[in-house]
């Protein structure tokens, strides 16, 4: 058992953690640059892709930020024809968003960077450390 209580341990354990999400991050962010967009502009497109027709309100609550921190990169998006946004048919008031096809083709290059990446790493590793893996990263997202 590792004893998390020893300083040294900690300090590991956050470097380990600040690194490995550099490394998690680095190639989608320099495809995202190429584009003059940037990492949130990149957690937009993945929860879309994950729920297409998701409202405005619900991405709100999926990336918990303000109406203000939202607004200039979906309009980005918006503009740069990598998200639609379009009327709900029963509410007029709602605004719903789905990739265009550019967008849907960004959003999987993207994805598909982190999953080589992630299938890499998980073939250098037995089954239980990659469940214990998925376990703490499952744990840590029960506190966002």
Not at 27 to 35: F, I, S, V, W, Y
Not at 47 to 74: G, T, Y
């Amino acid at each position: 058992m590792i004893d998390f209580s020893s300083p040294a341990t900690q300090h590991e354990a956050l470097a380990a953690f600040f690194k490995a999400y550099q490394a998690f991050t680095a190639r989608p962010d320099d495809m995202l640059a190429r584009r003059g967009l940037s990492r949130v502009h990149h957690r937009i497109l993945f929860f879309i892709a994950r729920s297409p027709e998701l409202s405005v309100s619900e991405l709100l609550a999926r990336l918990k930020v303000s109406k203000q921190a939202l607004n200039v990169p979906l309009r980005q998006l918006v503009q740069m024809r990598l998200v639609d946004s379009r009327t709900d048919a029963d509410d007029k008031r709602k605004r719903l968003l789905v990739l265009t096809a550019d967008g849907l083709k960004l959003e999987a290059a993207l994805r598909k960077e982190q999953i080589r990446l992630l299938r890499q790493c998980f073939e250098q590793l037995d089954d239980s450390a990659v469940a214990g893996w998925l376990e703490v990263n499952l744990a840590l997202a029960r506190h966002w």
